[in-house]
């Protein structure tokens, strides 16, 4: 099964810097780790601690997800602290997992809508205790992951329409449901 993306991200307006960041990081046998970053605050203080989680991420995408997100906490001690959501795909075995801190949106689309949970905390200050979430996907099966500066309205008010290419649906979703005073981040993630 082959995994695609796409991905957008936007600072608040004024701003020309963002606070977010996101990883899409294909890597051994097939997998994919994907997550969407959210430095606490805005400008370079919030970057950077968006920056040091992607490193973490970047040099341990084979940890357990709450280990991985573990390390990231400790790698954010002493910066601003950040919210994050981690979803791992196994293409060859059709496994989704997921665990999300602070208020990072998730939704999957698949025969009905999921919505993963995140735990309140922060990364890097006040880590809760994590829940990993693991399930079979299918073949058609969208992810999405957005930074609160995406409105939750999108997922009521529009439905994606999954025939269109995940880059597409990343961009229309910003367009649409970015918040103007704050960082934007949204990434969608499909099975095919």
Do not use: C
């Amino acid at each position: 099964m082959k995994l695609s993306w796409g991905a957008a991200l936007r600072p608040k307006a004024g701003q020309h810097i963002s606070g977010d960041a996101y990883l899409v990081l294909p890597y051994a046998d097939n997998q994919l780790l994907a997550a969407v970053i959210d430095g606490l605050g805005g400008g370079e203080a919030a970057a950077e601690a968006a920056r040091r989680a992607v490193a973490i991420l970047e040099r341990y995408p084979e940890l357990e997800l709450t280990e991985l997100m573990r390390q990231a906490d400790r790698a954010l001690v002493g910066s601003r602290g950040a919210v994050m959501a981690l979803l791992r795909l196994n293409a060859d075995q059709h496994t989704a997992e997921f665990v999300g801190v602070g208020n990072i949106g998730a939704q999957v689309y698949s025969d009905l809508l999921i919505k993963p949970i995140s735990k309140n905390g922060i990364v890097g200050y006040r880590l809760p205790q994590l829940l990993r979430l693991s399930y079979t996907y299918n073949s058609g099966d969208t992810f999405v992951l957005y930074s609160d500066g995406i409105s939750s309205r999108f997922a009521t008010e529009m439905p994606p329409d999954l025939h269109q290419s995940p880059q597409h649906i990343a961009d229309e979703i910003l367009h649409r449901f970015g918040k103007d005073n704050d960082d934007a981040t949204v990434v969608v993630v499909r099975s095919e």
